[in-house]
Structures are given as C-alpha cells and as structure tokens.
C-alpha cells in the first residue's frame, strides 16, 4: 500500500510538471533540456549532500544507541557482581599460624570489633577454650550466649579430635591418649568458664556430635568460620579463616543453623545469675560420669586462668596498639 501510494504521487508530480512546461509557449526544446539537465544536476548534488547528512546522523544515533546499550548492559553485570560478591565472597580472609606472640592481629582486631557491637554470639566448634577469655575481655557484653561443643564425655568424637591435633607442633611429642585426655580437660574449662559468665548475661550451650572440619561464631554483623582441613591449615594451630557479612549466604545459613541446632538438640543446658556451684557439680557430674566435687571447680577456674592468660595478655595489648 505504501509503495502503490508513492508511485503515484510520483506519477502525479511528473505530469503536473509536464504540463506547466507544455503551458509555457515562451520554451523551446533546447531550453526544456537544458532546464531539464540543470534540474538532474542539482538533484544529484542534493542527494549526495543528503547521503551524506543522513548517514552521519544515523550512524551517530546508532552509536548512541550502543553506547546507552552497553552502559545498561555494564551497570546490570556491576549490580549482579556486588551482589554475588556479597553474597557468597568473604569481606575478609585470615592466614593459618601457630600461637606464639601473636594469635593473628588483624583476625582477632577484627572479631573483636564485631563482638564489641554486637548483642548477640554464637560459637559452634569441637572446643572453645578462649570464648569466655575473648568476652571478658570486651568494652560492650552480648545479650545472648550460644555455644554449641563436644561433651566432655563423649570419647568418640573426643578421640577424632585428638587425633587431629597430633599434627600440632607442639603436641607431636604427646601420645593419642594424652591428647584425648588434655581436649577434655579443655572441654570442662570451657564449660566452667561458660557458667562463671552467667553473671553478665544467660549462657545457652549445647553439645552436638562435631566432625571438627571448620568452626564458625556468628555476630550481629558478621561470621567467622575457620577452615581446619584446608590446605593452607594442616599443621598450624590457628587454621585459616574467612570472614563473611550479614547479608552472605554464609551467614545467613550459619545463623539458620545454629539456631535450629538449639531448637532440636536434646543435650542442651543454660546458665544463668541464679544458678550456684552446686548446679555446675551435679552437671559436670552428669557429663562425665563419674563424681565432681566443688574443689575440682575451684581448681578448674584457677586452671583456666592460667591457661587463658597468655590470650588475655595478648588482647589487651592488641587494643593498645590498635588505639581501639
């Protein structure tokens, strides 16, 4: 229809223009032709010119339309990487090392800044020997106390644990035996240490079966997870570690996971301001099978001081040198 209607208005300029010029008896043929070929000139002329205009503007609004294209299509990729780095990546990573004069600046700096504003902890691990030191040892205390651990008395998962430390340095020289009677040692220390921090807020804990492959705490802004397999950790002490944000998968999964684990778990117990010592004896009593009596706690708290003592040292000079 289009092409039928431009034919003929073609046809319709082209007779009016014969028909003007066979009007017009002052013409001859020599000054038609003439007129005729001046016309043609002109109209090559001006179709060039409008080539040539036409296209240039054509092939600006193109690149402009590429250009809008691909500033969309780089603004969309940016959005999808931020959130998938968000998502799954770790805002922080942390090397493996061995305690000595240091437990890892920066690790611990940091954790400590996400203790410090955070109303809530969790811990899940195979052991928690410096949870109560690292709370103490705080400006600002949580509101709420979570901590999932092995149980003093389960020897089986105590034994796969020890069997992992026997890489340690300084253990290398201890027997299996040794090592499996020194974890739960450390286990009883944490829990003593646990129920003495009822006094700043309730303290929630669970014992879980543990395969001791990573361990996680979890702040209001924040998880740690430490990774004892990985290939950077065998040997080392302190495994390597990863920090990822509230907004993670991560995150988001391992908060998920503590929880439930206190909503299903049937070995569980808390601590709080009204309990006395007598309930922290009939528990240990309970957990280990065999009789204890408030004389071993006494020596338990001294124990855990002492064995603590280095790492509290150490976070107060780290507080010093950061200015924090």
């Avoid at 780089?74 to 968000?86: A, C, G």
């Avoid at 705490?217 to 509230?246: L, Q």
Wanted: charged content about 20%; proline content about 3%; hydrophobic content about 40%.
């Amino acid at each position: 229809m289009q092409l039928y209607a431009y034919s003929l208005a073609c046809l319709l300029t082209i007779a009016l223009g014969a028909v003007l010029v066979y009007l017009d008896s002052s013409l001859n043929l020599q000054q038609v032709s003439s007129s005729i070929g001046l016309s043609l000139i002109a109209s090559v002329i001006f179709a060039v010119i409008f080539a040539m205009l036409s296209n240039r503007i054509q092939e600006r609004a193109a690149a402009e339309s590429i250009e809008e294209g691909m500033k969309a299509a780089s603004f969309e990729l940016r959005q999808d990487l931020v959130r998938t780095n968000t998502l799954f990546l770790p805002s922080g990573s942390y090397p493996p090392l061995d305690p000595g004069a240091s437990f890892g600046d920066r690790y611990n700096s940091d954790m400590m800044a996400s203790l410090e504003g955070s109303s809530y902890y969790a811990f899940r691990g195979p052991a928690g020997r410096y949870i109560a030191a690292r709370l103490k040892s705080a400006r600002s205390f949580p509101q709420e106390v979570r901590v999932s651990i092995l149980s003093p008395g389960d020897h089986v998962l105590i034994a796969r644990r020890a069997a992992d430390r026997q890489s340690w340095v300084r253990y290398r020289s201890m027997t299996q035996a040794q090592l499996e009677d020194q974890l739960r040692t450390e286990l009883i220390l944490t829990i003593v240490s646990l129920f003495d921090y009822r006094r700043f807020c309730p303290v929630d804990l669970v014992y879980t079966e543990d395969t001791a492959v990573y361990r996680y705490e979890i702040f209001d802004d924040a998880v740690f997870v430490s990774w004892f397999h990985g290939p950077n950790s065998r040997g080392k002490e302190m495994p390597e570690s990863f920090r990822f944000g509230a907004s993670s998968f991560m995150y988001l999964t391992l908060r998920l996971d503590i929880a439930r684990r206190f909503q299903l778990a049937n070995n569980k117990i808390r601590f709080d301001s009204t309990h006395d010592d007598q309930f922290l004896v009939d528990h240990l009593s309970d957990l280990t099978g065999r009789p204890v009596s408030t004389d071993d706690v006494e020596r338990w708290r001294a124990e855990y001081v002492s064995h603590t003592a280095g790492f509290t040292t150490y976070l107060d000079g780290l507080r010093g040198r950061s200015g924090r």
